[in-house]
């Protein structure tokens, strides 16, 4: 088994055009518009709103694309079992989570740190909860499924909110102490390597042409520093506003009926799931594995859309223009990513996948720098600011969106970078 | 003879521990304080402050670094020549240049762009005298050289402040239409060659969390779009202003008896070079190359205290951060940059080193994103302007810090990529 990306059909019959020839052949989009939900973690992820139901028929029928043979071997986490028997035992054990840090929550009291560690958890049992709803959708009963699905949606998306609002408070203070240089210097061991410090050249008594030197120009700094100083309070008020209202949305939230309802759902996950028929009586590599391969096909063919040629030549300053931003489609990417993340542990829990980890991670930082991007742009319009404020607030803005450029970059590397290396990989 | 490199003496005798062994080990900052002059191309470029004479020890006597033998049949230019002859034959070119282009800036009467196209040729031709005298000072009448050094310095700076004012206002324009995204589209190849769009994800009717969306924001978009036309309209007026009275100074130059006495001193370089006595005696080799040798071991120096690798990791955001800009030391290595590549035309003018041209061309750019981000925030201190004007300016100050990095790791990959594949090449 190949370490790390054994959890998918591997599959030899496909055309190798887009990156690692991840783009499947046989998949159409827009099949039967099935019912659509709202996913996981509400804030971060739009509903997943492209096609659905490929030309996968349905539980038992030959899928479009027939994994080869030997395939099954490869999974010894679904050798004869049923479908039923994963997915169920996957679910048990995600709900089980659920319901510990739900009651963690409730213990935590005034322990904000506890409350916090508690909602993390819930929420990233939320997730994998979702996703496997989402991802084996057919194999569930599917109007329950789709209910839970918008009800984890929006119970993730109200405990999320809180923990955004710091995350971003502390990345836009962050950025602007770095921008000011009132941070520590990093350390940079490529000078200390070499000792001996050249002579500097001393200022240029001849420059009368330029406005300013940008090397330290006292004047430039002195104002940076000052409007940063300004927008600093000025997002830190906005900010902390913010959390506290999610704060307070999200305690009257876990008070709810609403919530209730969601924990009770939740509570028969954890018992018996309630799947379709055909999941007790299909074997799990059947059934699974196709269902996993198509999140991970519907994945490369949104990567394969990105601009990754582009976001691979480092400063293209494409996510700092306006009209050339598109976060969207990277978003949408990060929310498939999460999707075939999951869909692995269901049927290969023993491999994980470290490319989509890694994927995962630059994607999540793109979002929280574009969010923080918009936050200091959005500061920006408010009334009665000053001009030095405003200053500091553009150029962290563009410092943020350079991030997200950065991000992108990222991505790339990690999404193009191991292909090579891992060509027996397939459809990971 | 290795195309493109052949300049310099190829040196097989060092430490190969910097950039591709650049790193002259029998030099010696520090040597004898000789006159220093302020030198070429005025705001461009700072006096040359580090050590000059190493241990060198005059024209003639044996250099610390000796070139192994059969080097001076690698430079077919100097072959059989006197050090004099090489030298007056390549400053007589040039300040036939000089003058030619001085005469093409008087006759160009009311048309701009002629007088604009003679001031580059004249520059050109100036740097490139200056550089020649630094470079080469030991076989010059030193105290002349000096004195012409300076004024050429004076003479080039004010020639090229108009110029460098209209470039800098065309850069500045050029970055806002592309943030605010009125410019043209850059074609996308990597798209076109995937036809088959995906669905775009629908907006995330869920997404309360955050404080906007980045991705097309029409307020955020607006925002900055009126900001960034008023931001445009200050920037016009206060860089055509300093551009008229930079015409108007040069003008002035052009009439100055000042002026007259450079150009007179011009003269007498086509005619008769004032070269010290042992220039006519030593063979352009012996004389010529250490000099030149002297130049880029200076240049590689430099080099290795740059935070290279640093500037290659792309998306350091260093060049933005107040306290990391650093900008001296990278114009110290364009200025060095300068003198080797002159060096190289002097003692190999058939082999242009490409390297050398693509670093100055990094480099440049590197200066001019420098200056353009410190008038973006020397507008920003403009008295009374409206916040989002601010904003702008400092989405653009931050841009144009960003292209600063982009050069800087530009630099980076032209210094370090070539070296592997020319290993002979020793010192350049």
Redesign the interface.
């Known amino acids: 088994m190949t370490p790390g990306g054994a959890g998918v059909a591997q599959r030899h019959d496909q055309p190798t055009?887009?990156p690692a020839g991840l783009i499947g052949s046989g998949y159409e989009?827009g099949g039967a518009p099935g019912a659509r939900a709202?996913v996981v973690d509400?804030?971060?992820?739009?509903?997943?709103?492209?096609?659905y139901d490929g030309p996968y028929d349905g539980p038992g029928a030959a899928p479009a694309h027939a994994p080869p043979h030997g395939l099954h071997a490869a999974h010894p986490a679904l050798a004869a079992r049923t479908a039923e028997a994963v997915l169920a035992d996957y679910l048990h054990r995600q709900s089980s989570d659920f319901l510990r840090s739900l009651r963690l929550h409730r213990e935590s009291g005034s322990d904000a740190e506890g409350a916090g560690e508690a909602a993390r958890q819930l929420r990233r049992a939320a997730r994998r909860i979702s996703a496997t709803l989402h991802t084996f959708r057919p194999l569930t009963e599917e109007t329950w499924a789709d209910q839970l699905l918008a009800e984890l949606?929006?119970l993730s998306?109200t405990l999320?909110?809180e923990q955004?609002?710091a995350a971003?408070r502390e990345r836009l203070m962050a950025a602007l102490t770095?921008?000011?240089?009132r941070g520590d210097?990093p350390d940079?061991?490529?000078?200390g390597a070499?000792d001996?410090?050249?002579?500097?050249?001393?200022?240029?008594?001849?420059?009368?042409?330029?406005?300013?030197?940008?090397?330290?120009?006292p004047?430039?700094?002195a104002?940076?520093?000052a409007g940063a100083a300004r927008a600093g309070a000025l997002l830190d008020r906005q900010l902390t506003l913010?959390r506290t209202r999610?704060h307070s949305a999200a305690l009257q939230a876990l008070g709810s009926s609403r919530f209730h309802a969601v924990a009770d759902s939740v509570a028969v996950l954890a018992s018996e799931a309630p799947l379709a028929h055909s999941a007790s009586e299909l074997p799990a590599a059947d059934a699974l594995i196709p269902l996993a391969d198509q999140a991970h096909r519907r994945l490369a063919?949104?990567v394969?859309?990105l601009?990754?040629?582009?976001a691979g030549h480092?400063?293209n300053?494409e996510a700092?223009?306006?009209?050339?931003?598109?976060?969207?489609?990277w978003?949408?990417v990060r929310?498939l990513v999460r999707l075939a993340r999951y869909a692995q542990e269901v049927i290969a829990p023993e491999s994980a996948d470290l490319r989509l980890a890694d994927a995962a991670r630059a994607l999540d930082s793109h979002r929280a720098a574009?969010?923080a991007?918009?936050?200091a742009?959005?500061a920006?319009?408010t009334p009665r600011?000053?001009?030095?404020?405003?200053?500091?607030?553009?150029?962290?803005?563009?410092?943020q969106?350079?991030?997200?450029?950065?991000a992108r970059?990222a991505f790339g590397r990690v999404w193009l970078s191991r292909s090579p290396e891992r060509p027996a990989r397939g459809d990971t």
């Open positions: 055009g887009g989009p709202a509400g804030p971060h992820d739009g509903p997943y709103d492209g096609p949606g929006w998306g999320a909110r955004t609002c971003r770095r921008l000011t240089g210097r940079r061991p490529e000078r070499r001996a410090r050249p002579t500097r050249p001393a200022p240029d008594p001849a420059d009368r042409g330029s406005t300013a030197t940008a090397a330290g120009d004047d430039a700094d104002a940076l520093a913010a999610a063919e949104a394969a859309a601009p990754l040629a582009r480092p400063y300053a700092l223009a306006v009209d050339h931003r598109q976060d969207a489609p978003h949408q929310f574009a969010e991007a918009a936050a742009a959005a920006a319009r600011i000053a001009p030095a404020t405003a200053y500091a607030l553009g150029v962290l803005h563009a410092d969106r350079h991030q997200v450029e950065a970059f």
